[in-house]
């Protein structure tokens, strides 16, 4: 098992004894102030008190471990419920030695389990790779190998047919395979996947056959996709980073989590986090539009009892900022009743995730939400043709970056670059050979940069890049091997086999007053290049401004 693997599970263990403790210390004190009013009716208060602690343990024991104490707490806790609202004493139970007798067996379940084992991690730490890994397999497939290249995928190829080769295995985003080898394939992969803890590779499949039936065989079988012989690479690029893209926004997903539950709100960190998400805990909401604004979460959780707060009324509150309007809300809530629920979700929220939810299931309700937030975040914010941010979006990417070197005051660099002789490449080979030129650059940007930065298309042939915590000394020779392996790309057109190039502008966005200011020297930069000779980088340089 993995040292990290050990020590999430070590922690969650801790997790598991401090839970224990502290519910010991909760119930043995109540018991002991109802013992002492047996017969008595109690307050409406601590009726409200009880009935939250049972509703809470009704929510959060089984995700330590404790399944049966959970469940005789909601019974308990749905005993006292309809009297919780009361106004008067004269409505509240009385104290006997039936509830009482109930209570201690609640203690009971939580001391026979009094030898914890660690609760196990169900998804370890993905491998998050900023380039797609593809394995291609095959000595057929050999020339996809060289082809590939150049977008920046972490290409290994295995020759050999692939059935019993323990020695190809390398974690793969995608497995490139002719498509006769389909079946042996798929076997291969799940035994590696299960064998090394990873999620399975996604397949592609290389066929001379692009028939229906064709086409139905594979997908029953898994496949993922078809290209068929001679295959157009940069289609093949593309589908490639589509898949590299939904898997790591599937591992990369931020999630901002309310929990009042301390012991609990750190159990759903520990699990999501060694499921790759990105998590932020706060146990009360007064500072929530701040952590909002600033960590900019995929999805926020959201406890439905924070006391004295209600989370159903926070999510109102939350929609009270247009920006947040499309934000999911996730109530994490005990309530089993589906009224209520539904009710709750007329409020503001999304979905709903009951507790108790076992660790698994978390990750996989966690990771369907982040995926269908982030993919319908993605319609708004990209370009169809490339996928990468709108002209408004990388515009507002650029002023948060802005803002955040205000804040830190980190380099940054902002890149314009342009395709060269753009239109001559549409008069030439057509307009929709230009566009397959286009979605490949994009294609080759997305892998060459890190996931971190941010990369529009600006308009038409035109792009635009920002480099977080990256100076002009370190972007320089980034977009040099872009411009070169930019340049090795071979497209296909109406009047035969082409290639482009690009230039690129840059400047040092903390080095100006004003975000406006950098993207206009670093157009500046552009335009020198393009007078310099086209197919490079030039950098801004301050004698430049005049
Ligand atoms: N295929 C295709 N072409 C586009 C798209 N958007 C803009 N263009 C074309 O890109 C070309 C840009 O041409 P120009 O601005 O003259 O520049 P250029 O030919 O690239 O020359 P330099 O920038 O000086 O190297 C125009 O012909 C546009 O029609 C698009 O989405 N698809």
Redesign the pocket.
């Known amino acids: 098992m993995a040292p990290e693997t050990t020590a999430i599970e070590n922690r969650l263990l801790l997790l598991k004894i401090r839970f224990a403790e502290k519910t010991t210390t909760q119930l043995t004190a109540l018991l002991a102030a109802l013992a002492s009013k047996q017969g008595a009716r109690v307050t409406a208060t601590e009726v409200e008190d009880l009935y939250q602690l049972l509703h809470r343990l009704s929510g959060s024991a089984g995700t330590f471990g404790y399944h049966q104490l959970g469940q005789q707490a909601m019974l308990l806790a749905d005993t006292i419920k309809p009297t919780t609202h009361a106004t008067t004493p004269t409505t509240t139970p009385i104290v006997d030695a039936d509830f009482l007798y109930s209570l201690q067996q609640l203690l009971l379940l939580l001391q026979q389990n009094d030898t914890p084992s660690a609760p196990e991690v169900t998804h370890p730490q993905a491998a998050i790779k900023n380039k797609t890994q593809i394995l291609i397999i095959g000595q057929e497939l050999s020339q996809l190998v060289t082809a590939l290249t150049p977008y920046g995928f972490t290409i290994n190829h295995c020759e050999q047919p692939i059935t019993n080769c323990n020695q190809c295995w390398h974690y793969a985003d995608i497995i490139i395979a002719p498509a006769h080898q389909l079946t042996t394939t798929v076997a291969w992969n799940n035994t590696q996947a299960q064998q090394h803890q990873q999620q399975a590779a996604d397949i592609l499949c290389i066929g001379t056959q692009d028939t229906f039936s064709a086409r139905y065989a594979l997908a029953s079988k898994g496949a993922k996709g078809l290209f068929t012989l001679p295959v157009d690479i940069a289609k093949l690029a593309e589908r490639i980073e589509q898949i590299g893209q939904e898997r790591r926004t599937a591992y990369t997903s931020k999630i901002l989590l309310l929990d009042d539950d301390q012991e609990l709100a750190e159990h759903y960190r520990l699990v999501l986090t060694a499921a790759g998400k990105d998590v932020k805990v706060m146990h009360s909401p007064e500072h929530l539009l701040t952590v909002l604004s600033e960590f900019s979460p995929d999805i926020v959780l959201l406890d439905v009892h924070i006391p004295p707060y209600s989370g159903i009324t926070l999510a109102r509150m939350i929609r009270f900022e247009p920006k947040w309007l499309s934000l999911p809300i996730v109530y994490l809530s005990s309530e089993q009743d589906r009224d209520q629920q539904i009710m709750a979700l007329a409020q503001g929220a999304d979905d709903f995730i009951t507790k108790p939810i076992s660790d698994q299931q978390l990750v996989n309700s966690v990771h369907a939400l982040c995926y269908r937030a982030r993919t319908l975040a993605k319609l708004l914010s990209c370009d169809s043709?490339t996928g990468l941010l709108n002209h408004s979006h990388i515009k507002q990417a650029l002023d948060h970056e802005y803002a955040r070197i205000q804040r830190y005051g980190h380099s940054t660099t902002i890149a314009i670059l342009?395709?060269?002789?753009?239109?001559?490449?549409?008069?030439q080979h057509g307009?929709?050979?230009?566009?397959l030129?286009?979605k490949a650059f994009a294609h080759l940007l997305k892998q060459r940069l890190r996931y971190t930065d941010h990369i529009g298309r600006y308009?038409?042939?035109e792009f635009v890049a920002v480099l977080p915590n990256c100076d002009l000394t370190q972007a320089q020779p980034m977009f040099n091997a872009v411009c070169r392996h930019f340049s090795r790309l071979s497209f296909h057109g109406r009047k035969g086999e082409f290639n482009v190039t690009v230039?690129i502008g840059l400047a040092q966005l903390n080095h100006f007053p004003l975000a406006e200011h950098a993207l206009k020297a670093a157009d500046q930069a552009l335009y020198q290049r393009?007078h310099q000779g086209?197919n490079g980088v030039t950098c801004f340089t301050p004698k430049d401004a005049n």
């Open positions: 043709l342009d395709l060269d002789h753009f239109k001559q490449v549409n008069d307009h929709a050979a230009g566009d030129v286009i308009g038409g042939e230039s393009k086209r």
